[in-house]
Protein backbone atom coordinates (compact mmCIF):
# COMPACT_ATOMS: atom_id res chain seq x y z
CA UNK A 1 0.00 0.00 0.00
CA UNK A 2 1.02 3.39 -0.88
CA UNK A 3 0.37 6.57 0.30
CA UNK A 4 0.89 9.68 -2.10
CA UNK A 5 1.37 12.76 -1.20
CA UNK A 6 -1.04 13.98 -3.73
CA UNK A 7 -3.35 11.70 -2.41
CA UNK A 8 -2.74 13.02 1.48
CA UNK A 9 -3.04 16.56 0.41
CA UNK A 10 -6.62 15.75 -0.55
CA UNK A 11 -7.79 13.46 2.56
CA UNK A 12 -6.65 11.60 5.42
CA UNK A 13 -6.23 7.78 4.47
CA UNK A 14 -7.21 4.73 6.63
CA UNK A 15 -5.99 1.35 6.41
CA UNK A 16 -6.51 -2.39 7.33
CA UNK A 17 -4.43 -4.66 5.67
CA UNK A 18 -2.88 -8.17 6.93
CA UNK A 19 0.44 -9.12 4.83
CA UNK A 20 1.27 -12.98 4.88
CA UNK A 21 4.40 -14.26 5.88
CA UNK A 22 7.52 -13.88 3.28
CA UNK A 23 5.65 -10.82 1.44
CA UNK A 24 7.75 -7.90 3.72
CA UNK A 25 11.61 -9.01 3.63
CA UNK A 26 12.82 -8.84 7.34
CA UNK A 27 16.73 -9.36 7.77
CA UNK A 28 18.58 -12.64 7.11
CA UNK A 29 17.65 -15.26 10.14
CA UNK A 30 14.12 -12.93 10.83
CA UNK A 31 10.82 -14.15 9.67
CA UNK A 32 7.37 -13.63 10.33
CA UNK A 33 5.62 -16.85 11.93
CA UNK A 34 2.20 -14.95 11.16
CA UNK A 35 0.13 -12.51 9.38
CA UNK A 36 0.89 -8.89 10.23
CA UNK A 37 -1.74 -7.33 10.63
CA UNK A 38 -1.88 -3.52 11.27
CA UNK A 39 -4.82 -0.93 11.05
CA UNK A 40 -4.34 3.21 11.36
CA UNK A 41 -4.25 6.37 9.59
CA UNK A 42 -1.99 7.93 7.52
CA UNK A 43 -2.40 12.29 6.90
CA UNK A 44 -0.51 15.04 5.70
CA UNK A 45 0.25 17.11 8.49
CA UNK A 46 -0.77 21.47 7.72
CA UNK A 47 2.07 24.17 7.23
CA UNK A 48 4.68 21.43 7.51
CA UNK A 49 6.15 21.19 4.12
CA UNK A 50 5.29 17.48 2.92
CA UNK A 51 5.63 15.84 7.07
CA UNK A 52 3.14 13.29 6.67
CA UNK A 53 2.08 11.10 10.14
CA UNK A 54 1.53 7.55 10.09
CA UNK A 55 -0.21 5.97 13.05
CA UNK A 56 -1.64 2.70 14.11
CA UNK A 57 -1.69 -0.98 15.51
CA UNK A 58 0.01 -3.97 14.79
CA UNK A 59 0.39 -7.18 15.64
CA UNK A 60 2.38 -10.10 14.23
CA UNK A 61 4.63 -13.16 15.95
CA UNK A 62 8.50 -13.02 14.36
CA UNK A 63 10.59 -16.08 14.41
CA UNK A 64 14.07 -16.26 14.79
CA UNK A 65 17.23 -18.17 16.32
CA UNK A 66 17.55 -18.07 19.72
CA UNK A 67 21.08 -15.96 20.81
CA UNK A 68 22.12 -18.45 23.19
CA UNK A 69 21.18 -21.72 21.85
CA UNK A 70 20.30 -21.36 18.05
CA UNK A 71 16.74 -23.23 18.69
CA UNK A 72 13.78 -21.60 17.03
CA UNK A 73 12.26 -18.72 19.07
CA UNK A 74 9.08 -17.00 18.51
CA UNK A 75 9.00 -13.11 19.69
CA UNK A 76 5.36 -11.36 19.52
CA UNK A 77 5.02 -7.54 18.53
CA UNK A 78 1.86 -6.32 19.66
CA UNK A 79 1.90 -2.30 19.62
CA UNK A 80 0.82 0.87 18.57
CA UNK A 81 3.13 3.35 16.47
CA UNK A 82 3.01 6.99 15.87
CA UNK A 83 5.63 7.72 13.14
CA UNK A 84 6.64 10.90 11.38
CA UNK A 85 8.16 11.23 8.07
CA UNK A 86 9.77 14.23 6.16
CA UNK A 87 10.41 14.98 2.17
CA UNK A 88 14.11 14.14 2.17
CA UNK A 89 14.48 16.21 -0.87
CA UNK A 90 13.75 19.48 1.05
CA UNK A 91 16.62 22.17 0.13
CA UNK A 92 17.21 23.64 4.03
CA UNK A 93 18.91 20.14 4.80
CA UNK A 94 21.98 21.16 3.37
CA UNK A 95 22.99 23.56 6.27
CA UNK A 96 24.18 22.19 9.43
CA UNK A 97 21.20 22.61 12.20
CA UNK A 98 20.58 21.81 15.83
CA UNK A 99 17.55 19.39 16.52
CA UNK A 100 15.94 19.28 19.38
CA UNK A 101 14.51 14.93 20.92
CA UNK A 102 11.70 15.67 18.86
CA UNK A 103 12.88 15.97 16.13
CA UNK A 104 15.40 13.31 16.39
CA UNK A 105 12.00 10.51 16.16
CA UNK A 106 11.52 11.74 12.61
CA UNK A 107 12.53 10.09 9.55
CA UNK A 108 12.78 10.66 5.84
CA UNK A 109 11.20 9.64 2.70
CA UNK A 110 11.86 9.80 -1.08
CA UNK A 111 9.67 10.77 -3.94
CA UNK A 112 5.80 11.12 -3.88
CA UNK A 113 5.31 9.51 -0.79
CA UNK A 114 6.03 6.66 1.06
CA UNK A 115 5.29 2.60 1.06
CA UNK A 116 3.32 1.15 4.02
CA UNK A 117 5.47 -2.24 3.67
CA UNK A 118 8.67 -0.26 4.49
CA UNK A 119 7.51 1.96 7.27
CA UNK A 120 6.30 -1.35 8.99
CA UNK A 121 9.45 -3.47 8.08
CA UNK A 122 11.32 -0.81 10.21
CA UNK A 123 9.40 -0.57 13.00
CA UNK A 124 8.97 -4.76 13.18
CA UNK A 125 13.02 -4.45 13.30
CA UNK A 126 13.23 -2.01 16.15
CA UNK A 127 11.03 -3.56 18.26
CA UNK A 128 12.91 -6.77 17.95
CA UNK A 129 14.84 -7.47 21.41
CA UNK A 130 18.61 -6.88 21.23
CA UNK A 131 19.26 -9.79 22.38
CA UNK A 132 17.10 -13.01 20.90
CA UNK A 133 16.72 -15.44 23.55
CA UNK A 134 13.97 -18.22 23.61
CA UNK A 135 13.41 -17.70 27.47
CA UNK A 136 15.28 -15.93 30.05
CA UNK A 137 16.62 -19.51 31.38
CA UNK A 138 18.54 -20.61 28.39
CA UNK A 139 21.70 -22.26 28.99
CA UNK A 140 22.64 -21.71 25.43
CA UNK A 141 25.72 -23.72 24.11
CA UNK A 142 28.02 -25.70 25.50
CA UNK A 143 31.41 -23.72 24.49
CA UNK A 144 33.40 -26.63 24.96
CA UNK A 145 31.57 -29.55 23.46
CA UNK A 146 28.69 -28.09 21.32
CA UNK A 147 25.84 -29.42 22.35
CA UNK A 148 22.32 -27.28 23.45
CA UNK A 149 22.79 -27.02 27.08
CA UNK A 150 19.07 -26.50 27.58
CA UNK A 151 18.21 -30.30 26.45
CA UNK A 152 21.33 -31.96 27.48
CA UNK A 153 23.85 -31.79 30.88
CA UNK A 154 26.79 -32.76 29.15
CA UNK A 155 29.16 -31.97 31.92
CA UNK A 156 31.75 -30.21 30.15
CA UNK A 157 33.64 -27.90 32.59
CA UNK A 158 34.61 -24.72 31.23
CA UNK A 159 37.79 -23.13 32.86
CA UNK A 160 38.09 -19.24 32.92
CA UNK A 161 40.98 -17.75 31.46
CA UNK A 162 42.75 -15.18 32.81
CA UNK A 163 45.02 -13.66 29.73
CA UNK A 164 46.26 -10.59 31.92
CA UNK A 165 49.36 -12.57 32.50
CA UNK A 166 50.09 -14.91 28.99
CA UNK A 167 52.62 -12.34 27.98
CA UNK A 168 54.32 -13.43 30.59
CA UNK A 169 54.65 -16.85 29.62
CA UNK A 170 56.84 -16.05 26.71
CA UNK A 171 58.84 -14.15 28.87
CA UNK A 172 62.82 -15.87 29.36
CA UNK A 173 65.30 -15.18 31.86
CA UNK A 174 68.70 -13.77 31.80
CA UNK A 175 70.84 -14.27 33.75
CA UNK A 176 72.32 -10.93 35.94
Known amino acids: MFFSVKELELKKVRFEVA ?24 EL ?5 GEIRIRGHLKVRMRSEC ?8 FPIDSSFDLFYRPADRTDYNE ?3 ID ?3 SEIA ?51 KPVDDRWSVLKNLQTKGI
Open 108 to 158: FYEGAGIELKDVLREYVLLSMPMQRICREDCYGICPVCGQNRNLVNCGCEV
Open 101 to 103: EGE
Open 19 to 42: FPPSEIEYDEGLRQATPLEVQGSA
Open 67 to 74: DRCLDPAE
Open 96 to 98: EVE
Open 45 to 49: LPHTQ
